[in-house]
Every structure is written in C-alpha cells, then in structure tokens.
C-alpha cells in the first residue's frame, strides 16, 4: 500500500472509531486544537489536572503534550499521563513549543524525552534542532541552518529516540529512523494564523489514534497543508486572516479521501 | 401566559436588564460562553479566583459552574462563589460537564450538588443519568438507556434536588418536578462544534438572571437549538464547521422574539 | 511631522520589525489577543509562568500586563517581568480591566502602578477614573461622569504616574501629560464582542514595541476603532456578531497606511 492509501485509510479510521484524543496543552490555542479534533471527526478530551489525567487517559486512543504554556504543575500532569499512557500502549504525541527560550521550556522538554517513550515529536525546525542539541548535551545548536540539514537533524533524533520526528516548514519533513517523506503542500498564511503548529500536532494525534506513529504523522501534517491551502483559495476581496482561519476549520471538517488524493503532495 | 410568551418575555428582558452573569468554568470554551453571552445582550465576567468570586458573584444576576476543566482551587471557588449566591439569592446554574469520567469529577459534582442550592442543572443525558446515580449513592447507571428514561430521570433527580433539571440532546428534556417540557430545535452539527453545551448552559445562565430557573433553562436552551438550525441552513457550498461556528453566533446575536415563535418547538 | 504620518510610519515599521510582544493576560481573551498580534505584524508570546517570565521578555520588544483574570500567581509573574522589562528598557503596557470591581483586582493594580515603571494604561473610562481614584488614595470615584471629565482625568494621571494613559470609548482619549489626541473611530457593536479593549491593548503593545508610548498608543487604539469601522461596514443581511469578530481580524490584517489616512479620525 503507497503511503496515499495508507493517509486516505487512516482519515477513514478517524471517521469511522472517532478515537478519544487527551490533550495537555496551552491556553492560547486549546479550543481550536478541541475544534479541529472534532472538525476530523475524532473526539477531544483537554482536561490537564495531576488528580485526574491518569483516569482520562486510560480512555483515551492517543495523547498530545503541547509544552506552548507551561508550568510546574502542568509538567508533573504530563509526567502523569504520559507514564500511564505508555503503560497501556497509547501513543504520546510530543510539540516542544518553543524550547530553547526559556530554561523551564528546556528543563521540561529534557524530562518529557527523558521519562515517557514518544510515539511522534513535531516541531518547527529551530525547536527540533534544540531538541538534538539537548539530547546530545550540547547547547546552542545552530537553529537557523538551512532546511537541507533538517533531514539529517531528523533522522539522527529519530533513530536516538526511537520515536517519528516531524519537522513542519515551507516543506516538512517526516522521518521515521532512515524513511523519510515530505509534504509540499500549506501556505505561508499559516504563520499567520496562532496556533497552527499545535492544530497540525492535534491532527497527528487523531490519526496516530487508529493508525502507526509514521502513517499517523504524515496524514495530520498533510490535512493541515491541504486544509491551508483550499482556505487560502476561498479567500475573496477583502478578506483575510479571520476568514482564512474559519475556512481552515471548514476545510478540515470537510477533508475527504478523495481531496487528499488530489491535493497532497507527499513524497 | 403560555411558553412561548414567557420564553419571548425573558429574551426581551436579558436585552432590557443586560445581567451579569459570572462563569466560573473551562479554559477550552470560556471565550465562546462570553461571546453568547454578549449576543444574547447579557454581560458576562468569567473570574474564578478564590481571593474575588464572592465579591464579583454579589454583583451578578446568576451564577454558571462548569465542570470541564476541573482542577482544585476552582472546585473551591465553586463553593465559595455558589454558598455566597445561594445566601444573596442569584440562582445558580451548574454543567457536569463528564461527571462519571473521573472520580475528580465525580466527587466534585457531588460536593458541589450537597453544598450549594442549585437553580439548574444542564447536562447530557450521560450526565444526567450519572449525576442520578450519585445522588442515589448508587455506581453506573446505565448511561446508555434510551432517550425514553430521559424524562423520568430529570424528573425524578429534580424533585430530589429541588432544582429544574435539563437534558440537551436531539431531543430536550426539562423538568422541574412533575412538570416537563420538550424542544424540539437543533441540529447534528452542534455536537461537532466544541462548546455548544456549555454555550447552552451560559444562555441558560443569561435567561435565570431575569426569569425563574424553568422558564431561563427552556428559553437558554431554545434558542441554542433555534441559532443551529439557522446557522446550517445559512451554509453554502464548501462552508462547514467554522462557518457554521460563526454563525451561530450571528443567529444568537440576531435573535428575536419573533424569530423565537415562529421556528421555537416547545411542547 | 503630524499625527497621521507618525503612525502610518509606526504601522509600517511593526511589520518590518515584527517585534515580539509579551502578553501576560486573561485566559477568556488570550487567543484573539495574540491573533491580532499577528494580523498586525509582530510575533506574540503569552507565557505566564513566574519561572520563565524575565528570561522570556528579556527577547521582548514590549510587554503586556492585562488583569481581567486575576490571580495570586499572576500578580507575582507581572511584577517579575515589569520589573525585568523596565529594567533593560522594554515598555510595560498595562490594561486595568475591571479596577475597582474587588478588592483583589484594586490591590493589583495599586501595586502594578506603585512597583512598575509603565509606559501606558489604556482602560475604559470607569477603569481609569478608578485608578486615579486609587493613586489619590480616595475610594468611590464617581465613575458615570461624562466623557468631559474623561480629559482632565486623564492628564491629570498621565502627570501624575509619567506615562501615557488612554481611555477608550465612543472617542477615544489619549493623553501624555498636557499633550492629548482624540479619536473618533469605531462602532458600538466592538462593545458586543468580547476582548476588544484587550485587543486595543495588545496592538498598543504591538505599536509601542517599535515607536514611542504616546504614538504607539494613538496608532494601536486607531487600528481597533478604524477595524471596527470596516469591519461593520462589510456586514450583510443576517450576519450579525460573529461574522463581525472575524472581519475585525480581516481588517486589521489588512491594514495599510492607506487606509489608515483615509479613515483615522485623530484630532
């Protein structure tokens, strides 16, 4: 089976389980990071409190940690979840928001790789390059070295840790050990837009909930490129960034099999 | 004065008082329970510290407790806030969001239904059912019985607690004691939408704060299921589940007493 | 060089900058905070977290203290990051939302006020009046005096803290000691959507991250009235507050230095 198939079946699983995602996560995007969990067709669960994350996990088919707004005790529930998810074999989806500011952000992405086996980190390309820089213990990776090194960063992480490494930009690079896709698809408004990044690790979190970690990566990245670029489209005279992100939440719940098959360009 | 009157009476009255309403509830939905509230034409103040919930709760005409993200200090909070309505007279209305789900949740429903004279309780029919069996001092309820026990349920857990008891689902229920009413409004897509029960739960809110609580739960819950119906038979082609949010919106703020008794299913 | 010209140079400079700004702010508004910050050009962060605050706003070009969410952990971050900011020179924007309301918010502000050099307060006219009240150690000003007092009140506060101090409503005013500007943009529906004063906030924030506090307040409070403007302005039969939310964001992501001489009212 070609890796489309595999996307267009894995978007037909979402539909057809509607699998619970649990998501610890920031406050600035979590209602459109609930709303695009939804908009696929799988169901959220955002609740991040240490004295039940445990529980809801235990129901859950995928967990997401997004590190976007951080705190003590947010850590320690994600320590929580992410144990007891582990235990039980659901997938824990990683987004180092911003790692690399800030020592807390650091500290805590150092503990979150260190504790829970991942199932997919995604990232921009300056978080997953800090990321190998404090995996090897080595800090001040060069964050702004080009996209062609981005390949090589993410394999080298992946085979370290065992888990998918994404890396979403103007071309993103999914890589899973020595296999490697990218997806050419997204626009530049999308930068725009806040909370695209954790939108597009919401998304990997409803597909690795019915589908492997690799298949699960590559069809939430590229629902999010084709979604951004059929909203892109719709936009007439005088409209702009609130409209696109309307038309991306319309895009995404409208996604089929067959859009994909048109619009992705994965290889 | 019939239903219909009454319901139309209180919606004129919100637009006439603009009531306070004071939320405490979750992080993933509070912008959209303040954004209902403001089109329905009632001010909303969404503080959940314990160091100011009774001050600002003096100030209100009703109070919201949503359960969905729970965590310590607001349960708290809830107390704190709901005891200082209840001792002023601002009724208070609650949303169990996931009770059963969690022992968190369980207990803090509990705690919050054994200490705090509650005006309205709107929850699913899972909820629901849930929130009937805690109160019996009795574990799993069958949650999955159907839409028929629905009415027996509300009206039996709203004799016991002595508050008006609502059902949101595809069909409402809402009963205070022995009498019920059903609405018969609403579309599939709200439950693709995240927040359209505790959007209900806040209009509900907005209506306690100048009717009484059976007449404030059919009107909140009425032109929820009025606004969805409006806002997808507005969407066009390629328009889905952000377009629809946003219109729903639209159809709430554009609310009349006209729209209300001409596509409002009360019986 | 006039009014008009400073901040159309402003608006051009934001975009060529893309300053980053720090936002510590509500958890109802956060979201649309940080998405006009984008629209407008810069680059917002909105972490709150006392253990990462200095490190973060050290990268800030301007940090915002909002309150409409208190709590005690929050206060302790905005002090740390005010503190940090006025340090090495960062200005510190500060919206008073619902001064006076409680004891909490009243002591929050007091010590904002008394421990952090600000660059300006932009409120509305009950919040400022409550602050001048506060900083003279005199409870119970009347806050329904009319917008004529608005002025002296202003300047008055302007003199007596040195920063610039803004209040908004159906004109605008903006003062820096005995200097004042007023502008006549807008339109009532931004009082039914909510976070719009702490949307005018943040693009101050976002304006004075690149031209003075005076000019960065003129051009971030003209933004939102001439946005509301366009945004009304574009509204079709039947759409109503939501639609009006979106386009707002429309308009300011459209924003030219065009349409901003076209249509500013600033006297």
Redesign the interface.
């Known amino acids: 089976m070609d890796v489309l198939q595999a996307v267009s079946q894995t978007l037909d699983q979402v539909k057809a389980k509607k699998p619970l995602i649990h998501q610890l996560t ?7 990071c ?2 695009v969990t ?2 696929l067709g799988a169901s ?6 240490p ?2 994350v445990e ?2 996990v235990s ?1 859950a088919s995928a967990l997401v940690l997004n590190i ?5 005790q947010l850590v320690e529930s994600m320590i929580l979840a992410g144990r007891k998810a582990a235990a039980i074999g659901v997938p824990v989806i990683f987004d180092p928001v ?1 790692v690399g ?5 650091s500290a805590a992405a150092e503990r979150i790789i260190r504790e829970i086996p991942l199932a997919v980190i995604r990232g921009n390309m300056s978080e997953i390059k800090t990321l190998a820089g404090i995996n090897e213990g080595i800090r001040g990776v060069d964050s702004t070295a080009g996209q062609e090194q981005g390949e090589a960063v993410a394999q080298s992480l992946s085979k370290r840790l065992g888990c998918v490494v994404a890396i979403t930009g103007p071309v993103d690079i999914i890589a899973q050990g020595d296999a490697v896709r990218h997806i050419e698809n997204g626009h530049p408004l999308l930068a ?4 695209t990044g954790c939108m597009s690790t919401a998304l990997t979190g409803c597909c690795c909930g019915v589908a492997n970690p690799f298949i699960g990566a590559i069809a939430g990245i590229a629902v999010m490129g084709v979604a951004g670029e059929i909203a892109q489209q ?1 936009l007439k005279e ?6 696109f ?10 996604m089929t099999t067959q859009i994909i098959q048109k619009y992705a360009k994965i290889r």
Chains 1, 2, 3 share one sequence.
């Open positions: 920031n406050f600035v995007t979590v209602n459109d609930a709303n939804l908009a959220p669960v955002m609740t991040s409190d004295a039940e529980e809801m129901f976007g707004t951080l705190n003590g911003g500011a800030t020592a807390l952000r725009s837009v806040t909370g719709s005088n409209e702009g960034l609130g409209t992100r309307v038309r991306l939440i319309d895009a995404i719940g409208n």
